[in-house]
């Protein structure tokens, strides 16, 4: 059974920090690119943040780029997402998503997302 389970959510200040991770199961976690994804209230689900499976290569949100750092370990299953420099706009519900495309198949998977809450 797949499992993606997020934790590490919680309230912070402005200028704060907050370290988010998923614990993968049920899969071949290293052939997976991971992502983290946030959805705002009223707003769509939006890409934060990709890890590739082969070579850890890292892409993020214009939004997020040099505040948040995401990250992988392959021997425990489990990817990070690093955030520093929260600013209110960063409170939302953020999910973890394992995206694998071989032979014209997909596979995707979510976890059931954590709450991140910005705020003074």
């Not at 420099?85 to 939302?92: G, V």
Request: hydrophobic share 35%.
């Amino acid at each position: 059974q797949v499992q993606l389970v997020e934790s590490g959510g919680g309230l912070v200040q402005p200028g704060g920090s907050l370290r988010l991770s998923c614990a993968a199961s049920g899969f071949t976690f290293s052939t997976y690119a991971m992502s983290w994804y946030r959805q705002a209230p009223g707003k769509e689900r939006e890409l934060v943040a990709t890890i590739t499976s082969v070579g850890g290569i890292t892409n993020y949100a214009d939004s997020v780029k040099g505040r948040f750092t995401i990250s992988r370990d392959n021997a425990k299953n489990t990817v990070y997402l690093q955030m520093n420099s929260l600013k209110t706009e960063d409170t939302a519900v953020y999910y973890c998503n394992a995206n694998r495309v071989r032979s014209m198949r997909v596979w995707d998977y979510w976890g059931q997302g954590t709450q991140v809450i910005v705020s003074s």
